[in-house]
């Protein structure tokens, strides 16, 4: 008898649907699982079995061959449990499809051997997928259930064990749940209000935050680099529904979401050590999984000391700074990953660190020159803000006022989101990726301006991106002013934040 049950994978974050097909006849007693399976999926076998025989489902000893179609695609994980044992009952006559179950939902969720459906990886995935192709609903594991919950419109069966699963689709009993509700966590540990002096820094900071620019903090030890690169983050707007669903589904395929964190809502931050390994920053290995630069999309990648990181993982960076994605090809598919993050990039000026502090600098000019080349010309054309930080002062030190603090800069950030978002028409489109055509329309220069411009491009010796870098950060600090109109001073403002 064959008997077929949908259920879903993934390639990077995108979905596919799978055909899990159970032939039972008589003859010689195997089972085999069939279809580009991994070691996850041929061990299912026995816990499939043993779960089945603890739930009293006796398997008669016949010959039994699962297909996972289609065929050519490599499958992994331990998701397919529980469409194959479902396929086994029915065929096996333990339970009947009266409703047409199995023709309107999506199977998904690993075994335990007593029968208990444990939680897996992708599952909004496969909520995504099941919506797309208008099936019904899906049936997962109630431990995926928050994550689950975010996609509307699909009917939810969350089952903690395989007699659920045989109660639902022989008498469409479906479990009874509370839908969880989601909190929005925007707190952070840090602020900037933490922060002694630095204003140049920190408007830098408001500037990349508002227009989602990249930026590079280059000045002295203990001038606070690190200290602003960490409180970034929470100057940011918050997630909007889109971004939340677009990171869970990353963070769920990466296997980091937890029952602390079952989906996420706040803006990922990440900060991989500068001897992470190439794979490591952009994802990929053995077994292809997102990297440093995915899961940092809709929120921060800092690498802090930027130029101690090795040359191959920097430019590697130069097409997902560009394209907002990453290709990662292999012979037989191509696996596209998100890569839309804003870069915080900190750095000291020479090996020793004190280049900007006169006479406690001790390196040759050679010495500054090829310390500071470890950062190239094409990755540093692609950060668009770049800061000089120097040691504070006594009195800047001394002074015990308090500075302003990350929820007033965050609402003037908001403000000029709420501009974009009016001006472009979306929520992914910021003045940072703004299109050529964009520009054009939105960034203009008035006719008393453009001489003086043309003779700043010229002294500085600005590339074509360079020249664009610059428009749409003058176009940010334009907005932080409110103003519709580009003028000298915010181009000026503009200009002072690219290194010659």
């Known amino acids: ?156 069966i969350p089952v903690s064990h395989l007699k659920e699963v045989a109660e639902f689709i022989s008498n469409n009993t479906k479990p009874i749940f509370e839908k969880p509700q989601r909190k929005l966590n925007t707190e952070y540990k840090v602020d900037f209000s933490e922060v002694k002096g630095q204003t140049l820094a920190k408007r830098g900071m408001e500037i990349a935050a508002a227009g989602g620019h990249n930026i590079l903090l280059i000045g002295s030890p203990g001038s606070g680099k690190s200290m602003l690169a960490k409180r970034m983050i929470t100057i940011l707007p918050p997630m909007t529904e889109n971004e939340i669903i677009q990171s869970t589904k990353i963070y769920s395929v990466a296997g980091e979401l937890n029952s602390e964190n079952p989906i996420i809502n706040k803006r990922p931050f990440r900060a991989p050590h500068h001897t992470s390994s190439p794979t490591a920053i952009i994802g990929g290995g053995k077994k292809i999984s997102p990297g440093e630069i995915t899961l940092a999309s809709n929120g921060i990648l800092l690498l802090d000391e930027l130029a101690e990181f090795p040359r191959s993982v920097l430019e590697s960076l130069r097409q997902p700074l560009e394209d907002g994605k990453i290709s990662i090809t292999r012979a037989h598919y191509k696996v596209n990953f998100p890569s839309k993050f804003l870069l ?95 520009i054009k329309k939105y960034c203009k220069i008035l006719p008393e301006d453009r001489e003086y411009f043309k003779s700043a491009i010229q002294i500085l010796g600005i590339s074509a991106r360079g020249y664009d870098k610059i428009l749409k950060t003058a176009r940010t600090i334009a907005d932080l002013d409110d103003s519709i109109e580009i003028k000298r001073f915010h181009l000026m403002e503009a200009l002072s934040f690219r290194r010659k």
């Open 1 to 156: 008898m064959n008997i077929r049950v949908f259920s879903s994978s993934y390639l990077g974050v995108e979905p596919y649907l799978i055909e899990v097909e159970i032939d039972i006849s008589n003859g010689l007693p195997i089972f085999s699982i069939v279809g580009l399976g991994d070691t996850a999926i041929s061990e299912s076998k026995d816990r499939i079995k043993t779960a089945l025989k603890n739930c009293d489902y006796k398997v008669e000893p016949k010959r039994m061959i699962v297909n996972l179609s289609p065929a050519g695609i490599k499958k992994e994980g331990a998701q397919f449990d529980l469409p194959i044992a479902v396929g086994i009952m029915l065929a096996m006559g333990y339970i009947r499809d009266k409703n047409s179950i199995l023709d309107n939902y999506i199977f998904l969720g690993e075994l335990s051997l007593d029968g208990k459906v444990r939680g897996i990886k992708g599952i909004i995935n496969s909520m995504i997928l099941a919506k797309e192709k208008n099936y019904t609903g899906v049936v997962l594991p109630l431990e995926n259930l928050e994550e689950a919950s975010l996609i509307e419109g699909i009917d939810i």
């Open 344 to 438: 915080v990039g900190t750095s000291n000026p020479c090996p020793c660190g004190f280049y900007f502090e006169g006479d406690k600098c001790n390196c040759s000019q050679h010495e500054v020159t090829k310390y500071m080349k470890k950062l190239s010309g094409p990755i540093m054309d692609r950060i668009d803000i770049h800061i000089e930080m120097r040691r504070l002062s006594e009195d800047e030190l001394m002074n015990s006022s308090v500075a302003e603090s990350s929820e007033e800069i965050r609402k003037r950030v908001i403000k000029v989101r709420e501009i974009q978002r009016e001006r472009f028409g979306n929520d992914e489109t910021l003045n940072s990726n703004m299109s050529s055509s964009d």
